[in-house]
């Protein structure tokens, strides 16, 4: 930038500040910027100010990426005597450790914590195209800066970086950032990257934040399925009717406020297939399309409904956890298919309150994450205990044998890699596995003989209730809401809501009228008979 532009950006700035009227009606939101060739998002306030105690002189030789801001790493010194080795030693640490921070950021570093190392030295160090000039803080001045890389500007503020990812996959409906102006709140993300139908999300540097007792959390890049409320953000629910309907969430729904307080990092909100059924792709996903499973030739199945919390966590490294939901297999489908670590836990171990309702009687939160499970748990769920020991018996349902190994051989293949797990599994918990037939179980322990077999006494129970349900709770409400702007007209809802719609009418219907098909559902006895038309039994 020439010094006649820098002038006249410099008075355009302290017009625009000293304008009332004008700063009333424009909140900044951000900028982005490149550094060595890696996209980020610079929030619109800054964390900290340094101008009264940083030699602002040490900064006209530095590289800038563009006024107002210059790239600058932060290192808190561990000793008063902060040498040059003990320098490079942090700063080989911080690219081990964080993908935002690159040696891009060291035009200038600042030490923090009163190191008497010589100020506005010029040292080039490992791995940077230029000589950094680093400069001291005063003993006592921004011990409350964390280390890592910033953005600081010529007036000495200080702004953090927050790395952009390219949503490949389409995990996200909606990268989020907190709010400027609300406190407590969030914001879509104002920033993108170059990709096709790939919206930019932006995470912070993770040297950033240090975990506690308090906040075992703290730090961990968050994406929140798109059936929870989060305050400042729309719910889609996998509608665009929905979302374009109602206005952002006042309040955030409770297990996710619960992950915030524990320092979560919320980056955006996933992917749910529409009001949370089972829909398969393509054909099912019509409002957004599914997002992409990593495994295989990268175009296999999600599974659903917690299809972008599957895929964004089997998929990128940089995201570290996923909030879902399983009602009837919504986290434990997404998980199988794409080699991830998920579970549905105990029903009613955390309040649903603000989240969208498949079946009360059956929905329940849990997280998709390949490592910090325990600590997310003890995080958002009341009561549960943990254990200081594995379990001695391991039983499996469904699992081949030695001897039922198909002959198949992709058949084959995939059982001998299913019974090599298990085999590792035994060996690890030193025991040995047996198999538990339920349906052979409920047939010796029911308690009245005359009782029917499992298959046919739970038949369409799971469908019947998902169904009657989210009616009553969502698609009537919905109806209408949209109907009462819309002149009475419907929304458009993806087939597989649909076919629930119907399924349940159907049954609302035979209260009233005998219809063949009715009775011919209400009489059937095969469970198979009519297993196209209930709504699919994934959610």
């Not at 080039?124 to 680093?134: I, L, M």
């Not at 989210?470 to 698609?475: H, M």
């Amino acid at each position: 930038m020439s010094p006649l532009t820098y002038v006249l950006w410099l008075v355009w700035t302290l017009f625009i500040l000293s304008n009332k009227t004008c700063c009333s009606l424009v909140t900044l939101t951000g900028s982005t910027v490149e550094i060595h060739g890696i996209p980020y998002y610079v929030p619109g306030q800054p964390l900290a100010s340094v101008s009264s105690a940083l030699n602002t002189q040490a900064l006209t030789g530095s590289k800038s990426v563009g006024a107002p801001w210059i790239p600058v790493t932060v290192v808190k010194a561990t000793s008063a005597t902060f040498n040059t080795a003990a320098l490079q030693s942090t700063l080989n640490s911080f690219g081990d450790l964080d993908d935002v921070w690159n040696t891009g950021f060291l035009s200038v570093v600042i030490l923090v914590g009163g190191a008497s190392y010589a100020s506005n030295t010029s040292t080039t160090f490992s791995g940077a195209d230029v000589a950094s000039t680093v400069s001291s803080l005063p003993h006592g001045f921004g011990s409350d800066i964390p280390p890592g890389p910033y953005l600081l500007s010529t007036a000495g503020d200080l702004y953090q970086s927050w790395r952009l990812y390219a949503d490949t996959q389409e995990a996200f409906t909606q990268p989020l950032i907190p709010s400027i102006t609300n406190k407590g709140a969030y914001s879509p993300l104002p920033a993108t990257v170059p990709g096709i139908a790939s919206p930019g999300i932006a995470v912070p540097s993770r040297l950033y934040y240090v975990k506690t007792s308090e906040r075992p959390l703290a730090g961990v890049r968050t994406g929140i399925k798109d059936i929870y409320d989060i305050a400042g953000v729309r719910t889609g629910d996998g509608n665009r009717a929905f979302y374009d309907l109602y206005p952002p969430r006042n309040t955030t729904a409770l297990v996710v406020q619960r992950l915030i307080e524990a320092g979560a990092i919320l980056v955006g909100k996933m992917k749910t297939s529409q009001f949370a059924n089972g829909e398969v792709a393509t054909a099912d996903w019509v409002d957004y399309h599914e997002p992409f499973n990593p495994r295989g030739d990268g175009y296999q199945d999600t599974s659903s409904s917690s299809a972008g919390a599957g895929s964004g966590i089997g998929s990128y490294p940089w995201l570290d956890l996923a909030l879902g939901s399983d009602t009837g297999g919504s986290i434990r489908g997404p998980s199988q298919v794409q080699g991830i670590y998920g579970n549905r836990p105990t029903h009613g171990i955390v309040p649903l309150t603000g989240a969208m309702p498949l079946a009360p009687e059956l929905d329940t939160a849990g997280f998709l994450d390949p490592a910090i499970w325990t600590a997310t748990a003890k995080a958002a769920y009341e009561g549960l205990q943990f254990y200081d020991e594995y379990p001695k018996t391991l039983r499996t349902i469904g699992f081949p044998t030695p001897e039922t190994v198909a002959t198949d051989s992709t058949v084959a293949q995939a059982n001998t890699i299913l019974l090599a797990f298990l085999a590792k599994l035994e060996a690890f918990l030193g025991t040995n596995a047996t198999a538990l037939n339920y349906t052979a179980l409920w047939d010796q322990t029911k308690p009245d003989p005359s009782l029917p077999s499992l298959s046919i006494l739970l038949n369409r129970t799971y469908p019947t209730t998902i169904t009657k349900e989210q009616t009553k709770n969502v698609r009537d409400p919905f109806y209408a809401d949209y109907g009462a702007v819309h002149d009475g007209r419907l929304p458009f809802v993806d087939p597989v809501p649909l076919v629930s719609e119907q399924f349940h009418n159907l049954y609302q219907r035979r209260a009233f009228l005998r219809d063949p098909l009715a009775d011919a559902l209400r009489d059937n006895e095969d469970p198979l008979a009519f297993r196209r038309f209930p709504p699919r039994e994934r959610a």
